[in-house]
């Protein structure tokens, strides 16, 4: 059965990094949209970038020019390089996956994981 598991959340600094990893398994994602979603306490799901079948990036407006995300489909792995941290950006991150070469939009996403928290203090 496939499934996505983050790894790498935790607390950190305003202006800090951290980096989280998503290891996919069960089947190939290569073709694929991959993304990392977020989730602060009392609001809704939002999209925070993705990387799609071409190769190509999309992220918020939030997050560009600070977070960084990469493919390997060599290991069915996505990587979120996040610097510069903002308390606002404060979450639990989750992993997705879309059977669509392209999408920004959740309710594409069918595969997820089980999420990892993040907190940036002030």
């Known amino acids: 059965q496939a499934q996505l598991v983050e790894s790498g959340g935790g607390l950190v600094q305003a202006g800090g990094s951290l980096r989280l990893s998503c290891a996919a398994s069960g089947r190939t994602f290569s073709r694929y949209a991959m993304g990392w979603f977020r989730q602060a306490p009392g609001k809704e799901r939002e999209f925070v970038t993705a990387?799609?079948?071409?190769?190509?990036?999309t992220y918020a407006d939030s997050v560009k020019g600070r977070f960084t995300i990469s493919r390997d489909n060599a290991n069915d792995a996505i990587y979120l390089q996040m610097n510069g941290l903002k308390p606002e950006d404060t979450a639990v991150y989750y992993c997705a996956a879309a059977p669509r070469c392209i999408t920004t939009d959740s309710s594409d996403y069918t595969y997820w994981g089980q999420g990892t928290q993040v907190t940036v203090s002030s």
């Open positions: 990387t799609v079948c071409t190769g190509d990036n």
